[in-house]
């Protein structure tokens, strides 16, 4: 009977993921579907797991036999987690340690990390309380207006702490890398996270202003670890950096707040949790 719990968990979320395709919308509503298709698998697994865990292998379930395959699968998955938590944490340290290396300088009012290399870039790193690192090829290659473009648009990503929930949303998707549509979704969720920070820093500085300065940091062929990196600007398909322009040069969609009741869909993913009193 465990073992049918399983496979029907992995059905639920391989059917989830599969049957996504990117929504039209306003931000909010593309928001919340990605992050539903993303977030209730994973979770539905890991309800799964501890469920089956904490039957254990022995007993039975309405008159089915529980068995070692599916307590095994239960723990192979946890265990497999675990491992990929602790292996991001540890890159994300090392990260974390390497950007402190570098002198800290005063920068419009801000404290940052400056990165002594020729090619434009500002990403805050860490996770709750990231730093700020910018390098020197930013210094030379914006004014000061469109400088203090792009520390609003970090500023925003501080203020939503963008770099501590996208390293969980990034466990989450090591996690779950096998079902379809993973790369894609985590793509759109990156996506809706800058166009958040870009209508918040759109409230401070001109729209124009920050949508040059993408264009003049897009040039630097950079990859970056965003699941505890937030950078302005990284190497990204043309038509992800074409909505973010045009985004900024329209009238920005403000992101509203979600209400509480749109959440009351995560209460699926505690479904597992309620097998277990059919256990004995």
Not at 17 to 29: A, N, V
Not at 48 to 66: C, D, R, S, W, Y
Request: charged letters at 15%; a neutral charge; hydrophobic letters at 50%.
């Amino acid at each position: 009977m465990h073992l049918i719990i399983v496979i029907t968990a992995i059905g639920l979320g391989w059917y989830l993921r599969w049957q996504w395709s990117r929504p039209t919308g306003s931000w909010t509503q593309r928001w919340q579907r990605a992050l539903l298709h993303f977030l209730l698998p994973p979770l539905l697994l890991f309800m799964t797991a501890i469920a089956v865990l904490g039957m254990g292998p022995k007993g039975q379930m309405l008159g089915l036999e529980a068995g070692w395959l599916s307590y095994i699968l239960a723990l192979g998955f946890v265990g497999f987690a675990g491992i990929s938590l602790l292996r991001l944490a540890y890159q994300g340290w090392c990260s974390l340690q390497e950007i402190r290396t570098y002198a800290r300088q005063s920068v419009a009012g801000k404290t940052a990390r400056i990165l002594d290399t020729n090619f434009p870039y500002s990403a805050l790193v860490g996770f709750w309380q990231p730093e700020l690192a910018i390098t020197q090829g930013l210094f030379h290659t914006l004014d000061s207006a469109h400088l203090q473009a792009v520390l609003a648009h970090e500023q925003a990503h501080y203020d939503c702490h963008d770099t501590f929930w996208f390293f969980w949303l990034g466990w989450l998707r090591s996690c779950t890398a096998w079902f379809p549509n993973t790369e894609v979704l985590w793509q759109e969720l990156l996506l809706l996270r800058e166009l958040r920070a870009d209508y918040k820093a759109a409230r401070q500085v001109d729209a124009l202003l920050l949508a040059e300065a993408l264009l003049e940091v897009a040039r630097a062929p950079i990859q970056s670890p965003e699941s505890f990196c937030a950078p302005f600007s990284c190497a990204a398909p043309p038509s992800r950096l074409q909505e973010r322009i045009d985004a900024l040069l329209n009238e920005p969609e403000s992101p509203p707040a979600s209400p509480t009741w749109v959440w009351s869909w995560m209460l699926l993913a505690f479904l597992p949790l309620m097998t277990m009193p059919f256990h004995n």
